[in-house]
């Protein structure tokens, strides 16, 4: 039976580093808000460098009953050895990381549902800029995974974690901690980013994801995936044919207004009344 523990060790160390240095330059979370991503890369998310080439997370339509109308859709082709995700830079001292939640809709197509939902993985620097690891959290590890619908994984401090390097022998995937041991055993640990996604060591699988929430300090991040709306078409102007019913387009002054042509003819008649009457007068 595959080990659902194996999610991303693969990679753990490869493109991720070069992610996590870069994303100490970026600002962390200061305030709550929700931000609506409707397509990737987009809003600070990217395609994870850690993907298997060929595939891409994409935003989708359904399923239903997520945070909104559309979700982020992950898929892998090879069993055992794809990985999908999406990433951003989340730069904090993890001693401020208070918790958050992420939903999950597992399809149950794989043969091994408790590996289907997506995780969240935080880059961590263990000893402040050094000791590189991702600090991972697993529905299946907090909480049941049951197929065809949505279910929201909350975490905080007691939530059961492990880290991908085996540098130390500390909270790895044989032996998890909770999120609190963990800060308590890297007191110094930094931050760097975050990567939503399904990784390696699991059946081919199709699985969604939406409203991932970080807390961190007192700022709460929501990320909702939607589609962007369609583009409303334009109408066309209403083609008309020239009126021959003038009292009929006067009443309806955006087909053909008559009054300028009746006052025209009335100033006409007054004119032409007025010329024969001086013309009556000359001949006494």
């Not at 990679?11 to 100490?24: D, F, T």
Request: charged share 15%; glycine share 10%; with cysteine.
């Amino acid at each position: 039976m595959p080990s659902h523990r194996s999610h991303w060790r693969a990679r753990a160390a490869s493109a991720a580093v070069g992610v996590a240095i870069v994303a100490l330059a970026v600002p962390s979370l200061v305030a709550a808000a929700t931000t609506t991503v409707s397509a990737i890369p987009g809003k600070g998310w990217v395609q994870s460098p850690d993907n298997t080439s060929g595939l891409a997370a994409a935003i989708v339509a359904g399923p239903a009953g997520g945070l909104g109308a559309d979700s982020l859709k992950l898929a892998t082709k090879v069993a055992t050895a794809d990985t999908v995700g999406i990433a951003r830079p989340l730069v904090s001292p993890l001693s401020d990381l208070v918790g958050g939640s992420w939903m999950t809709y597992a399809t149950g197509t794989s043969g091994h549902l408790v590996s289907e939902p997506a995780g969240l993985r935080f880059a961590v620097f263990r000893d402040g800029v050094g000791g590189f690891t991702s600090l991972v959290f697993e529905r299946t590890y907090n909480a049941t995974v049951t197929a065809g619908v949505w279910q929201t994984t909350t975490f905080d401090g007691e939530a059961t974690v492990w880290q991908t390097s085996t540098s130390d022998d500390f909270c790895t995937s044989t032996e998890f901690c909770t999120l609190s041991e963990f800060k308590a055993h890297y007191p110094d640990a930094n931050i760097a980013g975050l990567t939503v996604g399904i990784g390696s060591g699991i059946p081919v699988t199709t699985s969604y994801v939406d409203g991932v929430t970080v807390t961190i300090g007192e700022g709460t991040d929501t990320w909702d995936f939607e589609l962007a709306a369609a583009a409303a078409t334009p109408t066309p102007p209403r083609a008309t044919a020239p009126p021959t019913d003038f009292a009929a387009a006067a009443a309806d002054p955006g087909r053909f207004d008559a009054r300028p042509f009746i006052l025209l003819g009335v100033v006409s008649l007054i004119a032409l009344l007025s010329a024969s009457m001086r013309r009556a007068r000359q001949t006494r």
